[in-house]
C-alpha cells in the first residue's frame, strides 16, 4: 500500500515542499503561520507507528520546519503538536505563534474561523516558506 495524503489535509493545506520524509503544507488560514507535515510512510495514525529507523528524520524535518517559520516571523513561540483527534493519519503541526494573535496563549482550533490566504498572499507566503525551508 502507497502513502496518500488524507483527504483532509489536501482540502486544508497547500503544498510547500518535499523533505525527505516529510510532504510539507501550508494550513490555509492566514490567522496564523501553520506548517503541517506529514511523514511520506503508509498506514500511520500515531508517532508510535513511525519505524524507528525514521524516528531520528522526523525529528530533523520538524526542527527544519520550526526554524523556518522562526526565520521568516520571529514569533513569540514555536508550537508543536500531533493530535489527529479529527483527522486519523498521523501529521504534525508547527504553529508560529505571536502573543498579538487572537488565540494567544490557548490552542488556536476554534478560537476564531479560519481566514483563507488571498491568492497573490499565498503564493508569496509559500514561496518564502520554501525558500526558508531550503536554507
Known amino acids: 500500500m502507497g502513502w496518500e ?7 486544508d493545506t ?4 518535499r523533505l525527505p520524509l516529510c510532504r510539507v503544507g501550508l494550513m490555509n488560514d492566514a ?5 503541517v507535515l506529514s511523514p511520506m510512510l ?28 522562526q526565520a521568516v516571523y520571529a514569533p513569540d513561540k514555536i508550537n508543536v503538536a500531533a493530535l489527529g483527534n479529527v483527522t486519523p493519519q498521523l501529521h504534525i503541526h508547527v504553529i ?7 488565540a494567544w496563549a490557548k490552542p488556536v482550533w476554534g ?4 481566514r483563507p490566504y488571498a491568492a497573490a498572499a499565498l503564493g508569496e ?6 525558500q526558508a525551508l531550503a536554507a
Open 5 to 11: 495524503l488524507h483527504p483532509d489535509l489536501v482540502r
Open 14 to 17: 497547500v503544498e510547500v515542499a
Open 31 to 35: 490567522t496564523y503561520p501553520w506548517l
Open 42 to 69: 503508509p498506514c500511520l495514525r500515531d508517532f508510535h507507528d513511525v519505524p524507528a529507523a525514521h524516528h531520528g528524520a522526523l525529528m530533523d524535518e520538524i526542527g527544519r520546519a520550526s526554524r523556518a517559520l
Open 96 to 102: 508560529a505563534r505571536s502573543a498579538r494573535d487572537p
Open 111 to 114: 478560537v476564531v474561523p479560519a
Open 125 to 130: 507566503t509559500v514561496a518564502r516558506l520554501r
